[in-house]
Every structure is written in C-alpha cells, then in structure tokens.
C-alpha cells in the first residue's frame, strides 16, 4: 500500500509538528500504522503505533507524553502530533503499515519515502 508522508520541516525546540501519512487503497483500517524514525548515524526506531480501529496505541518511552498518534480511516490518513520537541527528535520521519492487529508488532509490511524534522536548540 502507498504511503506519503507530509508535515515535516524545521521548528525550534520545544515547538510543534503534525506529520500526516496518506495511504491508498481500500483496506486502510486493516492495518496496524506506525512511525518510525532514523537520525544520522543511528538506526531507525519506532515511535509510536495505532491499531486499526484507532482504539489502542503504543509509544516509545523517548515520546510518550509528548508524541499523540491519531488516525482518520475515512480519510486513509495517520497523523503524528509531536509537541515539545527537542534537538534530539531531529530525524527523517517515516510512516508504516503492518498487517496485524497487534500495536506492539515489530513486523512492517510497507513504509513511506520519509520526511524530515529538524528541531534546532
């Protein structure tokens, strides 16, 4: 399933962002979304997931409480708010779908192109 990610750009710290993911395709609520991220020289890492029918969510502890994971299956859309963000959330951003019902899954089936955040001090 395509997916493109929009909303990223440069912030100061303690700013915000909303990223969107747009996803084609007929089955959107099938899938369990996620976000992920990767920062220079280190390897990517989740963020946070949501489950299918929006109900259940799961955060990285770096996130939590920060980072809100939302989605609107009418629009095949999945939104990542991040508020109070830090230099340390500057990343390539990516958005995934996974087919299962499982928010903790580590099993990606699709991922976006990416977009950047940058959060400077």
């Known amino acids: 399933v395509p997916l493109v990610e929009s909303g990223g750009g440069l912030v100061q710290a303690g700013g915000s962002l909303s990223l969107s993911c747009a996803a084609s395709?007929?089955?959107?609520?099938?899938?369990?979304m996620g976000w992920f991220r990767q920062a220079p020289g280190k390897e990517r890492e989740f963020v946070a997931a949501?489950?299918?029918?929006?109900?259940?969510?799961y955060y990285a502890n770096s996130v939590k409480g920060r980072f809100t994971i939302s989605r609107d299956n009418a629009k095949n859309t999945v939104y990542l708010q991040m508020n109070s963000l830090k230099p340390e959330d500057t990343a390539i951003y990516y958005c995934?779908?996974?087919?299962?019902?499982?928010?903790?899954?580590?099993?990606?089936?699709?991922w976006g192109q990416g977009t950047q955040v940058t959060v400077s001090s």
């Open positions: 995934a779908a996974a087919v299962t019902n499982a928010v903790t899954t580590t099993l990606y089936n699709y």
């Open positions: 395709g007929r089955t959107f609520s099938a899938y369990v």
């Open positions: 949501i489950s299918g029918g929006g109900l259940n969510t």
